[in-house]
């Protein structure tokens, strides 16, 4: 069974998901612009063997919309739920934003991480940059315009209608209509001063952050996503314990359409990690 709860984490309500028992946690951290049912295919499967936890970020899904949204207030965010929420070492499986996140709490706060999942993670130097201008600052209109996730989910099937998929279109739609858009546009005000502390990547510096991490690590790459065989292959290099499983075929929103090499990679790491 998944109950939804509530933890404060300073002045900031973070909503989150967890199963029930006592075995070993698993804390499941989304990406941008989306919530904790991205993992809800795979819960069931995950939480036969690890309690499971998967927390909203600020401003996203049922969680605390805030004045202030940036890399640096979801790690801090997310190092005082696994202290006062998971209370003991955990495994972090990560996607995208959720990685990025991850990365940095296992090389900063290795007493809190016992393992670490990267689902298409960048792991990649940011750079100064406005490319999220024009998607973003579309969905901002989409999301103020319409609203509903009736609305928004017209909206996107009307912008793209030969490549929808209406199934994760509903989710889609549901994710945005929980969005603060005040997040997207602090990615994009921000976007050119990695130095601000509303930069989307401000303070995530992954090849430095992985020399640093000592807990066994699975990359999980896409094969249509965003991670390069260059990252793959610097982080295999530096990393203690680590593996690498490609992910055919898929895309880098693959949590969408969870697949039985996806669930047979994930439960094979986490059984040779087991105590």
């Known amino acids: 069974m998944i109950t939804e709860r509530w933890h404060k984490a300073g002045e900031t309500r973070l909503n989150y998901a967890s199963t029930e028992g006592n075995a ?57 739920f696994l202290r006062h929420a998971v209370v003991e070492p955990a495994v972090l499986f990560g996607h995208s934003l959720g ?17 670490l999942i990267l689902g298409d993670s960048s792991l990649k130097e940011p750079v100064p940059s406005d490319r999220m201008r024009s998607a973003f600052g579309g969905l901002i209109k989409v999301i103020e315009e319409q609203k509903t996730t009736q609305n928004i989910y017209k909206a996107l099937k009307e912008a793209d209608p030969d490549g929808f998929n209406p ?23 921000n976007g050119l001063d990695l130095d ?64 039985e090499p996806l669930l047979r990679a994930l439960q094979s790491f986490l059984e040779a990690i087991r105590d």
């Open 24 to 80: 070993s946690p698993l804390v499941l951290l989304h990406g941008t612009a989306n919530m904790w049912q991205a993992f809800q295919l795979l819960i069931p499967e995950l939480s036969t063997r690890w309690k499971v936890y998967a927390p909203d970020f600020r401003g996203h899904g049922s969680s605390m919309h805030t004045m202030e949204y940036g890399f640096g207030y979801y790690v801090e965010d997310t190092v005082h």
């Open 167 to 189: 199934t994760y279109g509903m989710y889609r739609a549901k994710s945005l209509s929980k969005l603060d858009p005040n997040l997207l546009r602090s990615i994009i005000d």
């Open 99 to 115: 990685g990025r996140v991850a990365t940095k709490i296992a090389a900063e706060y290795p007493d809190l991480v016992r393992g």
């Open 196 to 259: 601000s502390p509303g930069n989307h990547f401000h303070g995530y510096h992954p090849m430095e952050h992985i020399k640093h991490i000592k807990c066994p690590v699975l990359i999980l790459q896409a094969e249509h996503g965003m991670l390069s065989e260059q990252e793959v292959e610097n982080a295999l290099d530096t990393l203690p314990e680590a593996y690498h499983v490609v992910l055919r075929d898929a895309p880098h929103e693959f949590l969408t359409r969870p697949s």
